[in-house]
């Protein structure tokens, strides 16, 4: 399998300033933790059943409504794309936003979910927000702004990720062995535990932030969708790590992704793309 070369779209330089942006997106966290927090755990929670037979509570679209006041108050020009409430166009500059993922923790009163906001460029992701405000954490950044989490006293933290550049010494998140197993990659999900120090099944957006703060060196997920991980590109690169699909490449639109912390990045896609004697299954 040929892959894609290390340097790639995700690493293109950005001109331009995105303080502002980012300060807006902080915003926007804020104001979508009020409303999120509101409902959770509330014994009355309205939980509907979608078409693709996933959930949606109305904290999720009371969340994204929230957000896209906002947004339409103070960027009215910038396209949005939600996961409740779709896409208002295709502009070079497009806030997506997942109001709650993590919706299957939210409606069982489990506080492993966040907010995600980011803002795209000509495709690119230059500005990522996590919140989760049931354990009071969140993470941000910008491109060539750092990227950040709250400390235990309040105060910004820069993030690092691992130097650890061996598998036997990896610590790893697989979300979960279904997803392995629906994507036909059981025998990738073997080899890759099988390799590592530690596997651990973290799940949705909370391992991605454990990488950027240098605490695991691989998370991969499939069925995703571009509002479920385009926050978490900018953070985890200005982390200083990588972010591509499991193939390698630098996309949001493949239904998969790999998060590394860079130093094993192809070693990890070497991995799981090796020729094997047994049939992923």
Do not use: C
Not at 222 to 231: G, L, M, P, Q, T
Not at 247 to 273: E, I, K, V, W
Request: net charge negative; charged share 25%.
């Amino acid at each position: 399998m040929t892959l894609p070369p290390a340097d790639s779209v995700f690493d293109t330089p950005h001109d331009g300033d995105l303080s502002e942006d980012l300060a807006l997106a902080l915003h926007l966290a804020d104001v979508a933790d009020t409303v999120s927090m509101a409902r959770f755990d509330a014994a009355d929670l309205d939980v509907r059943t979608k078409a693709d037979a996933s959930h949606v509570t109305e904290a999720d679209l009371a969340t994204e409504q929230a957000i896209r006041g906002i947004l339409e108050a103070e960027r009215p020009g910038d396209d949005v794309f939600g996961e409740e409430f779709g896409s208002s166009g295709t502009g070079a500059r497009r806030w997506v936003i997942d109001p709650i993922d993590g919706t299957a923790n939210y409606l069982r009163g489990i506080p492993m979910w966040a907010t995600l906001i980011a803002l795209t460029v000509d495709g690119v992701p230059r500005v990522g927000v996590v919140s989760q405000p049931a354990i009071a954490r969140r993470w941000w950044a910008a491109w060539g702004l750092g990227a950040w989490t709250n400390a235990a006293d309040g105060s910004p933290r820069r993030l690092a990720v691992s130097s650890v550049d061996s598998l036997a010494e990896a610590s790893v998140s697989f979300q979960s062995i279904g997803q392995w197993r629906e994507a036909g990659q059981l025998a990738a999900l073997e080899r890759l535990t099988a390799a590592v120090w530690r596997d651990r099944g973290y799940g949705d957006a909370w391992p991605y932030m454990l990488l950027a703060e240098g605490r695991v060196e691989f998370v991969a997920e499939f069925d995703v969708k571009e509002y479920d991980i385009a926050a978490l590109v900018p953070i985890i690169h200005e982390a200083g790590g990588r972010f591509t699909d499991f193939a390698g490449a630098d996309t949001l639109t493949t239904g998969s992704s790999l998060a590394t912390n860079g130093s094993l990045h192809q070693t990890f896609l070497d991995l799981l793309h090796s020729p094997t004697p047994e049939t992923d299954r």
